[in-house]
């Protein structure tokens, strides 16, 4: 059974830095895609960044490009690294994964099989 833990969130002033880790467990298969997804209240949940544990590709969701870095180590544990924080970027941030064989990871959520339950990160101006 495949368990995604989030941690990492917090609470942070504008322009600064947080660094969220996925811990993930149970994988059956190593040809995964891993992503990032948030969540503000109010609003649907949205994607972040995807990576593929084979063929890497990180891929950003445009509001978050240049700020922020997904990245996974060989226990297939993810990363968001995450710069220049703004308040809109408030919100839940959960962790997702899918077994892909694709070189490209879905974007929309609900490909996404496995999640974690969220952690949250808040950016006061």
């Known amino acids: 059974q495949v368990q995604l833990m989030e941690s990492g969130g917090g609470s942070v002033e504008t322009g600064g830095s947080l660094r969220l880790s996925c811990a993930g467990s149970?994988?059956?298969?190593?040809?995964?895609?891993l992503g990032w997804f948030r969540q503000a209240p109010g609003r649907e949940r949205e994607g972040v960044a995807t990576?593929?544990?084979?063929?890497?590709?990180p891929r950003y969701a445009d509001s978050v490009k240049g700020r922020i870095t997904i990245s996974h180590d060989n226990d297939n544990n993810l990363y968001l690294q995450m710069n220049s924080l703004k308040p809109e970027d408030t919100a839940m941030y959960y962790c997702?994964?899918?077994?892909?064989?694709?070189?490209?990871?879905?974007?929309?959520?609900?490909?996404?099989?496995?999640w974690g339950r969220g952690t949250q990160v808040t950016v006061s101006s």
């Open positions: 997702a994964a899918v077994t892909w064989y694709g070189a490209t990871c879905p974007q929309r959520r609900g490909l996404y099989e496995h």
């Open positions: 149970g994988y059956t298969n190593d040809q995964l895609c």
């Open positions: 990576i593929s544990t084979r063929f890497g590709d």
